[in-house]
């Protein structure tokens, strides 16, 4: 109950709300693919775990449903927990489209995106949907739910469906800055599951990662000592859970969760602090706080370094030309840069502009293994015609040949001479 309260605290929706936001709009501008990693809660499970389920009840939502792959996409969901809000707000943003659409739309809104990315039938994209929730007594988080796992592909699917889906889970998972929620059911034994097997191999300590288990209902023997053991090393510990059932709305369907944790002789000996969706939203919502605060000030780092090597390099690039005469300008500056690095390397020998760390071929070395290779490259006998063709070209260019140190003049010029 103190967790909750100041979960609700204005203080608390104050500081944490702007953060999320801010995350949110640089997960928009696709900072990832500079990469900059952003604090990310990240759902993966086998499929059929109960993956959608959790997400529903944390959303108070329908989201798709369906024999197979139903999350075809990642799906970012963005909720927004508003008391002073009288009707729930969604919408969907893919692609560079932004479609409004109702708690009852919601399913239909989101398989008419996933065709839309990911075509019909049962192939998969790693291009995401956003669904932004605002309504009342929902969590502030965001979290991404990616496609269930499977080993067999199924008609419809492709042959490499498992190889897909793996690498869009790994790329999700593997950095440092996600949290993973690993959904696992409690009819299953939890070392088996595929999903455990992929978050250990990026966290192997357990360290980042939150289970939730779901079917409490279905599988209630030997639940307790599963999430007591922790065979399968999970860090930020369990939190059982009871799916909705049927037509049941989520209201009802808590307050059967509720009974069933209290009632139930086996699950109600588990501790009221590992059980029900109201903990694990505000599980995920003190990691999600704790982890934007721990990873925001690298980020800004990351973001403030990254500006000014753009900004660097925006200036030193040349000016929009819009004229023939700025062109000309523009060429003869060049001209004469070109001509100052080649004083500098082939007459004074002054070699400042090059990388110190380059270890290679330096000045005239350089300029005389490039005339070589282009010298290799001219025909060994010259085509007959009027006159020698390329003969002079080849001439002045075997005179090239040999490294002279600078300022020593060329062959021709000291036959000249003498």
Not at 64 to 78: A, K, N, S
Not at 126 to 155: A, E, F, N, Q, W
Not at 276 to 283: E, K, M, Q
């Amino acid at each position: 109950m103190k967790v909750q309260m100041l979960l609700h605290h204005p203080t608390y929706n104050n500081n944490i709300r702007p953060l999320l936001d801010a995350i949110d709009q640089l997960r928009n501008l696709n900072v990832t693919q500079e990469g900059i990693q952003l604090p990310t809660i990240v759902v993966v499970g086998d499929q059929s775990s109960g993956k959608s389920s959790v997400l529903e009840s944390l959303a108070g939502i329908s989201l798709p449903r369906g024999q197979g792959i139903c999350t075809r996409v990642p799906l970012i969901m963005r909720l927004k927990g508003d008391s002073n809000t009288t009707k729930p707000s969604l919408h969907l943003e893919y692609g560079d489209k932004t479609v409004q659409t109702s708690e009852a739309g919601i399913a239909a809104a989101i398989s008419k995106a996933t065709v839309e990315i990911a075509g019909e039938g049962k192939g998969i994209s790693d291009k995401p949907i956003t669904l932004v929730v605002k309504k009342k007594s929902v969590p502030d988080l965001t979290l991404v739910d990616l496609p269930g796992i499977t080993r067999v592909p199924v008609k419809g699917q492709p042959n490499d469906i498992y190889e897909q889906i793996s690498k869009i889970i790994m790329e999700y998972i593997a950095p440092k800055e996600s949290i993973i929620l690993n959904v696992l059911s409690a009819t299953v034994d939890f070392p088996t599951c595929e999903s455990i097997r992929m978050s250990r191999q990026v966290d192997q300590l357990g360290e980042r990662t939150l289970a939730v288990v779901t079917k409490s209902d279905k599988a209630p023997e030997g639940l307790l000592e599963k999430v007591m053991m922790d065979d399968v090393h999970i860090g930020l510990g369990y939190v059982c859970v009871r799916n909705r059932v049927g037509d049941e709305t989520y209201e009802p369907a808590r307050v059967e969760e509720e009974r069933l944790f209290k009632l139930h002789p086996m699950l109600s000996q588990i501790d009221k602090s590992m059980i029900g969706i109201p903990v694990l939203a505000d599980r995920l919502t003190q990691i999600q706080a704790s982890l934007i605060a721990k990873c925001l000030p690298d980020i800004v780092q990351k973001i403030d370094d990254k500006l000014n090597r753009s900004t660097t390099e925006l200036n030193s690039m040349p000016q929009n030309l819009s004229t023939v005469a700025d062109a000309m300008k523009a060429l003869i500056h060049i001209q004469k840069l070109v001509r100052k690095s080649l004083e500098n390397l082939l007459i004074r020998g002054e070699f400042d502009e090059l990388n110190p760390d380059d270890y290679s071929l330096h000045g005239t070395a350089r300029i005389t293994d490039m005339l070589h290779e282009y010298h290799e490259g001219l025909p060994k006998k010259c085509p007959t015609t009027d006159e020698e063709f390329l003969m002079e070209e080849v001439r002045v260019i075997q005179e090239t040949k040999g490294i002279r140190l600078p300022n020593f003049m060329p062959r021709s010029a000291f036959l000249t001479l003498l």
